[in-house]
């Protein structure tokens, strides 16, 4: 989704200012003195005389005095790597060993799921969150059984969690990721019927689509295939039989609340613990969530 540094393209918003080259949805009236390529504030380095962008002080010799400035940040303000796709890539890994090894062990199912509190009334719980099995609310998320659930989900990873991770940075695309498919988790917790089992990424693959909106609104991208894409999901999700909706509404939220704190936080230095603070504010309130369903289920 970012413009290649070096790009000769020099995107510009409605009122005519170009966008810094390396971040095209900020709007600059700098330009690099060598180069004259339009530069960020985040991306501008002091020079003897003006401003130059991170490419030629490296190149050339710049006299810039901020060390960080010389490494290319995506538009959330995260490094950019030589592999955009890696923690996607992990993401699916571990996806498609839990489901091999649930398959050929159907005891790890009942382990990993997460189950509210089993058994039902009026027999005698003895395990599930409410009892102190809180890991399902994780482990629950790594976890399929149909081969046309994992690979439904996983292809929504792939699609949706390549140009995010690319556009936020690895930490924090692996924030969104977890955050999203826990408040899934946990509003499943709190609505759905304790002793009915529930899996699957689907909260946090939801979590990347509702982030996958706010990032394309902010770039000013055309939304309707994104619109389109969500629609059709949401169908599914309340009119196909066996679906945790609950999973699926909580994730879209999570992840586009916390998309918008990463992209519209402000830039310079209050920019990362405003971030932290929006991942932190949901994930509080996630776990909430959590405490209040066990005190009521116990």
Not at 138 to 148: A, D, K, N, P, R
Not at 226 to 255: D, E, R, S, Y
Request: hydrophobic fraction near 45%.
């Amino acid at each position: 989704m970012d413009q290649a540094p070096g790009s000769p393209q020099e995107p510009k918003d409605t009122h005519g200012l170009p966008g810094c080259y390396r971040h095209p949805g900020r709007e600059t009236g700098i330009r690099c003195t060598r180069c004259e390529r339009p530069i960020c504030t985040d991306c501008m380095i002091s020079a003897s005389v003006g401003f130059q962008c991170p490419d030629c002080v490296r190149t050339g010799s710049g006299t810039g005095h901020a060390p960080d400035a010389n490494r290319p940040r995506t538009l959330a303000g995260g490094t950019v790597t030589a592999d955009p796709r890696l923690v996607t890539k992990v993401l699916l890994a571990i996806n498609l060993v839990v489901f091999v090894l649930g398959a050929v062990n159907d005891r790890l199912v009942d382990v990993l799921a997460l189950v509210g509190q089993w058994p039902p009334a009026p027999f005698l719980s003895s395990e599930g969150v409410a009892e102190g099995e809180w890991y399902r609310l994780v482990t629950s998320m790594f976890l399929h059984q149909e081969l046309w659930h994992i690979a439904f989900n996983m292809l929504g990873l792939w699609w949706l969690g390549g140009p995010l991770e690319q556009a936020l940075g690895r930490s924090r695309y692996l924030a969104l990721y977890l955050i999203s498919g826990l408040a899934g988790s946990a509003l499943t917790y709190l609505l759905a019927d304790p002793g009915q089992g529930s899996l699957g990424a689907s909260g946090a693959i939801f979590g990347l689509l509702g982030a996958t909106m706010v990032l394309m609104r902010r770039l000013r991208y055309d939304m309707r295939p994104v619109v389109a894409l969500l629609a059709i999901n949401l169908v599914i999700t309340f009119f196909w039989p066996g679906i945790a909706w609950q999973a699926h509404v909580g994730g879209l939220i999570a992840g586009a609340a916390i998309a918008y704190g990463l992209v519209h936080a402000p830039q310079g230095k209050r920019r990362t613990p405003v971030q932290l603070g929006v991942c932190a504010l949901v994930l509080l309130v996630s776990l909430v969530v959590v405490v209040a369903r066990t005190l009521a289920l116990t």
